[in-house]
């Protein structure tokens, strides 16, 4: 039975507390999974602080605490983010913290501005961008305009901090484009299709999985083109579980968890309830949470087409989204499936293109066995960029 492992080995000693400071949101964007029921629903100043004075203090394995301050749009709850810091910066701790601001970027007044560079050296802030102005107005309530202004702001503070672009079903058509011109920004980014069921009739779903091989094969020709820039995760999945027999052999032994969801991560909801992580919360789920001992924990992932699935650990999942339509966290959804493999195929595609881009006299430098080991990478690789898995 496949036994589980964390994805990367050792994490490290960081646990994640997400503060939900407010459920309000300024903007609806397309794909978002909260309800947004409460619209003045706040945390509480001393809800909060406790939580924080709490994390802070407790003696267990972690060294460091970040606090993601989470919403809705947490920059709407600036004040009491402003006082948090300031209070927290007052007192003496125990242990090394980060806070962490997730962001739409539309309400960035001078004030809040001024302050976030001020406190930057323990404040991160991360932006939410999902592509070209096209793409992200149809996702993110014609919002591009706002969020551009303010891009060399979040440039010249965190120029390291990837924003984050988010591809939904309108959005697919607009892939390709919308990473070249996030390059071409030089912008750092990641890039995913959310795990919902956004796929609509089988026919529709196959309509646009095609398009989406088509922007997946115009990103691979840019990224050979530009050998220079690091690419995209989706045509940059690195599939060495499955091209040597060691690797092989751990598809079918070890499960990996890809988030620290009740582990390393914690969610203190705006009542100061707690849930393993935000995808738990009963304000999107509608159902009370569950123990958050128990989850994350699985030792084999379900449904069983997925354990034979040479690409399993490689498949990213959402433990919360699990649970909230399966009723179990190992039961993974499969919606994004089909799009994955499709990731895959033109991240092998790439890697190979790229092993054939090599000059000549660099392949002559390798030593006999190095030569044999990329031939038999090279090898492995057309067959997935030819085949799929």
Known sequence: MPKLDIFGGDRGKKHIVMLTLTQDCNLRCRYCYEPHKSRDYYMSYDTAQQAIIEYMRTENEFDTVEFDFFGGEPL??????????????????????????????????EEIKTWLVKNKGCVIVGLSLDGNKIAHDLNRSN???????NIPFFMEHWPNQPAKMTISAETIPYVADSIIELEGMNIPFSANI?????????????????????????????YVAHPDLFPARIVDIRPEFILDEVASRRVGEDCVRWCGSGHEMITVEVDGSRSPCHRYSPWITGKAPPDISQVNRQKVWKPEKCTQCRALNLCPICAGYNWQENGDSS???????????????????????????KKPEDLARLSPEEAYKTKVRLDALIEIAENGI
């Open 331 to 357: 039961i993974r959804t499969t919606y994004h499936c089909d799009s994955f493999k499709l990731e895959f195929q033109a991240s092998a595609k790439l890697q190979a293109l790229r092993i054939l881009q």
């Open 143 to 149: 919002s591009y305009d706002q969020v551009r202004a």
């Open 76 to 109: 709407m709850a600036f004040s009491l983010i402003r006082d948090l810091v300031n209070w927290f910066h007052t007192k003496g701790w125990p242990k090394k913290h980060i806070f962490f601001i997730s962001t739409n970027g539309t309400i960035l007044s």
């Open 194 to 222: 959310v795990f919902e069921d956004i796929w609509g009739s089988p026919a529709h779903k196959a309509e646009l999985l095609e398009i989406y091989s088509q922007q997946l094969e115009r990103l691979v020709d840019y």
